[in-house]
């Protein structure tokens, strides 16, 4: 359910890397030795990608191949990866490298006892070429059980330059510019932004950014973890700016009923679609990926972005997805599943998607050169120029029944004050009340 979030029909160039495992060069993975050393052994990735995300990501297991001589086979789970991956374990079938799509998951997996501590030279990659913070995401306690291989930058507004250079406005650096913004856009004859309120998930993404930026990321920790309380003042303050969007219909093409009824893809068209109705739409870098692929959209031409503003004096935020590779401590080539993640921590590895389109990388190692675009190394040269300080997407941090389930949970409580924005309070108190139960579960 959740799992669009982070890559929904994320871009694909197709067949840019072909040749990619070659060209990246880089000598042998370090614990498989040289050579062809895993001859003979085959192992088993399960994980939620399909389509041109399974596909990019097959250049990486041919490349780990063509490297090693192990056998690769990748398993798609769907969305609900927990269930799956449960469920294979109790039939004695396993498989050896699970990509996890939350970090609640990877702590779920950790708890049942499921996975095997990362190698030292994957740890070693890991302190060397990742922001802290990616590793304390991939752990449990003081133990590294999940490297994050793809992530995904969930701080961009992607604007239409035609309809902004028509209104006359610049890409605008704090909220309330951009709501100011927006009333230009929509004086001009298009609505400012196209909301997605029917996929709760994106109105999570809103209100984190809001509030990442407003309350600092001390305090964003805090709410994630649920030691702070969603009555929180703070949490009122985010709710409040957030409601000054969505209380002015000017702003929301729509208004408030027509963002109920448009789901991700049908904002993004709202936008670069051939019959535009408003002039940006919040939402993650694989915004491009629909416009691209959907709407033949040239990115940094006809479809562009600007980082999602600060607000009240903070600073601008960088709220991040990701998938992170974990070892099964119940598959049957843990040897060659622990060398395949020493070769995912590489460089060598990331520039294989990189190079096919619809993948960022948190490795700060890799050239920005192995990008095929260059609004893919802007998006990659933020998030990791953010290092630290970036915060992982807040609702994939919580239990999903809070954070993750439609109709439900907080997903629901947004939609409803997404419906009817004049009580921040009120909305503050049903979140705590749903908090509180999902988080005793």
């Given at each position: 359910?959740m799992?669009?979030?982070t ?11 072909a ?10 993975v ?14 088993t ?64 997996f950790?708890?049942?006892?499921w ?11 890991v ?11 991939g752990?449990?306690g ?13 701080s961009t507004?992607?604007?239409?330059p035609?309809?902004l250079?028509q ?19 929509s004086?001009?004859g ?9 996929d709760?998930?994106?109105l ?17 920790d ?39 009824n ?17 002039g940006?739409?919040?939402e993650?870098?694989?915004v ?9 959209k040239?990115i ?11 607000v009240d004096g903070?600073?601008?935020p960088v ?7 974990v070892?099964l ?9 622990m060398t395949f ?7 060598e590895a990331?520039?294989v ?24 190394r ?9 290092g ?34 004049s ?19």
């Amino acid at each position: 359910m959740m799992r669009r979030r982070t890559t929904l029909l994320a871009s694909c160039t197709a067949l840019a890397l072909a040749l990619g495992a070659t060209a990246c060069g880089g000598g042998p993975v370090a614990a498989g030795g040289g050579g062809k050393s895993l001859s003979g052994q085959t192992i088993t990735v399960a994980g939620v990608w399909s389509g041109s995300e399974q596909k990019n990501f097959q250049k990486v297991l041919d490349a780990f191949t063509a490297k090693t001589g192990a056998k690769t086979q990748f398993v798609s789970t769907g969305d609900n990866v927990s269930t799956v991956v449960g469920s294979k374990i109790e039939g004695g079938n396993a498989p050896d490298v699970v990509m996890v799509p939350q970090v609640g998951v990877l702590q779920q997996f950790a708890k049942e006892g499921w996975l095997k501590p990362l190698s030292k030279t994957t740890e070693q990659s890991v302190d060397t070429n990742y922001a802290s913070v990616w590793k304390k995401y991939g752990s449990v306690g003081d133990t590294l059980y999940g490297l994050y291989f793809k992530a995904a930058h969930k701080s961009t507004v992607w604007y239409s330059p035609a309809a902004l250079d028509q209104a006359g406005v610049k890409p605008p650096t704090t909220y309330d510019a951009m709501l100011k913004a927006g009333h230009t856009v929509s004086d001009s004859g298009l609505a400012a932004f196209s909301v997605a309120g029917q996929d709760g998930w994106t109105l999570t993404d809103w209100f984190e950014n809001i509030y990442l930026s407003q309350a600092g990321p001390e305090k964003y920790d805090a709410l994630a973890a649920h030691r702070l309380k969603w009555t929180d003042p703070t949490v009122v303050e985010a709710l409040t700016t957030l409601g000054e969007l969505f209380k002015d219909k000017q702003l929301m093409a729509g208004g408030q009923k027509g963002a109920l009824n448009t789901d991700f893809p049908g904002s993004v068209e709202k936008v670069f679609g051939p019959k535009p109705e408003a002039g940006m739409v919040y939402e993650g870098d694989f915004v491009a990926g629909v416009a691209k692929d959907q709407f033949g959209k040239k990115i940094g031409q006809d479809a562009n972005f600007f980082p999602f503003p600060a607000v009240d004096g903070g600073k601008a935020p960088v709220v991040s997805g990701g998938d992170a590779a974990v070892v099964l401590k119940d598959g049957k080539n843990q040897k060659a599943a622990m060398t395949f993640l020493e070769y995912l921590a590489t460089p060598e590895a990331a520039a294989v998607w990189a190079g096919a389109g619809g993948f960022l990388s948190p490795n700060k190692k890799l050239d920005l050169a192995s990008y095929s675009d260059d609004i893919a190394r802007e998006t990659a040269k933020s998030l990791v120029a953010a290092g630290d300080s970036v915060r992982f997407d807040m609702s994939d941090q919580a239990p999903a029944a809070f954070g993750g389930t439609k109709g439900a949970g907080e997903w629901k409580i947004l939609q409803d004050f997404l419906r009817d924005p004049s009580d921040p309070k009120a909305t503050a108190a049903e979140l705590e009340k749903a908090a509180a139960k999902a988080y005793q579960g």
